[in-house]
């Protein structure tokens, strides 16, 4: 009876709670409720599908604040079974594993005026489309983002707002990383992080050269060279080195980072997949350092990106995990191969980040639908990593403030890896 009468609700679950789906079932079904503010770490149970929503078709909820993983077919179901929302708040917007999912074709919404997300992997054409059913009556506007820089476009965003939300007065947008598209990741938020330190020049290197030609636009500096190549090529590698050697006669720092994570069980590994994996993530590593010695000079720096996986088990990723242990037995070797230089070497190892190939991963059809937000349940700071949190991480160990630093394992993981 008491419940029954409840207007406002704040709820903070416990880490480990049961069944999510019976605490919001419980809490939407409360027939005063007009204010809910639900926070949670664990991940949103596999049956609480897009559909979920439509039991509470009537729901009175006017005010709703989320802090916990919830993904966007979600979000288009809950926007259209509470056609009362005023004000809604979200903290962890994910993206649904199902790419082609739809938003309804039309909406009851007459009352939601104020809208914050903090949107994760949501790419800029799926946010285009909540945007285009639910918000045209919307006043506020607030997101925050850290994947696909389309939400950096000002021309888009005066086309969505003059059309589709005539009545918005206050915008507010925040976009943090670097760069972020595809083959964009780690590597040229390094290389962007570099130029803003005022490195002399940095080279970056990959496979596709239109992805290079956007990277360097992207980067912005005439102090930044790209050359097309596969690290596990020889012939590109040498390519690679004579450019360098060319025009700055010399290297101070090298960051070896390429790397792909096809993901497949056990049972289902091929050959293929195995030397595709190797070829770059081992053996590419391998001679991109080997290759730059003649001309990387003494008391230099080489930083190796690893990842957390080494120390970690994860189901279907063992080959992508046993390369990652591989780099961090290059490092120790490989400071006292060239401890009579004084080159340091180091392995810097993220945990999950948003990049493009993060996205491929949890998006996979053997990955479980509930891949991200298990993920996040793991991670004690309780979300994902950004590029340029681990670019800072490799400036610190490409400069003389790690001058006593070699050897080492620098995890920027959220401390996945220690607990």
């Known amino acids: 009876m ?18 999510l789906n019976d605490t919001f079932s419980s809490i939407f079904r409360l ?9 949670y770490r664990i991940r949103i149970d596999q049956d609480l599908s897009g559909s979920y929503f439509s039991r509470f078709h009537c729901s009175p909820i006017e005010t709703l604040i989320i802090n916990g993983p919830f993904s966007n077919d979600l979000l288009n179901n809950l926007l259209y079974h509470f056609p009362k929302l005023h004000h809604l708040s979200i903290n962890y917007l994910t993206a649904s594993r199902d790419e082609n999912s739809e938003t309804h074709a039309t909406s009851l919404l007459k009352h939601l ?40 476009d000002a ?34 938020a390094i290389a962007q992080r570099f130029i803003t330190e005022g490195a002399e020049h ?46 700055k006669g010399r290297l101070d720092i090298v960051v070896a980072n390429a790397g792909v994570s096809p993901i497949a069980p056990l049972e289902l590994i091929t050959e293929k997949q195995f030397d595709d994996v190797f070829n770059i993530n081992v053996k ?21 990106i690893g990842s957390v996986s080494s120390i970690k088990g994860h189901p279907t990723a063992s080959i992508y995990s046993a390369s990652k242990a591989a780099i961090r037995s290059f490092v120790r070797c490989w400071v006292v191969d060239l401890k009579e230089r004084k080159i340091r070497v180091n392995t810097l190892s993220p945990g999950s980040t948003e990049t493009t190939m993060f996205r491929d991963v949890a998006t996979s059809e053997v990955t479980k639908t509930t891949f991200i937000t298990d993920i996040i349940a793991t991670v004690p700071m309780d979300r994902i990593g950004t590029p340029d949190e681990t670019a800072k991480a490799a400036v610190f160990l490409a400069s003389d403030d790690s001058s006593y630093v070699t050897g080492i394992e620098l995890f920027v993981d959220g401390g996945r890896g220690q607990i």
Not at 31 to 39: D, R, V
Not at 127 to 135: D, M
Not at 211 to 228: C, F, H, M, P, Y
Not at 284 to 304: E, H, N, R
């Open 2 to 19: 008491f419940l029954s009468n409840l207007h406002s609700l704040v709820l903070n679950l416990a880490e480990y709670v049961q069944n």
């Open 31 to 39: 027939p005063k409720l007009k204010y809910g503010k639900i926070t």
């Open 113 to 152: 005026k104020y809208v914050s997300l903090k949107l994760y992997l949501i790419a800029f054409n799926k946010f285009e489309q909540i945007v285009q059913t639910f918000f045209g009556d919307i006043e506020v506007l607030r997101i925050s983002t850290q994947y696909d820089t389309a939400y950096l």
């Open 155 to 188: 021309k888009r965003w005066e086309h969505l707002i003059t059309s589709y939300m005539p009545n918005l007065r206050i915008f507010d947008i925040h976009h943090d990383g670097g760069v972020q598209r595809a083959s964009e990741g780690i590597g040229l």
């Open 202 to 247: 940095v080279f970056i290197t990959g496979r596709r050269q239109e992805a290079l030609d956007e990277a360097v636009k992207n980067i912005g500096s005439t102090n930044v060279t790209a050359v097309q190549g596969d690290v596990s090529n020889m012939a590109d590698l040498d390519n690679l080195y004579n450019i360098v050697q060319k025009e």
């Open 284 to 304: 590419g590593v391998l001679f991109t350092v080997q290759k730059a010695l003649p001309i990387l000079i003494d008391g230099g720096s080489i930083i190796l």
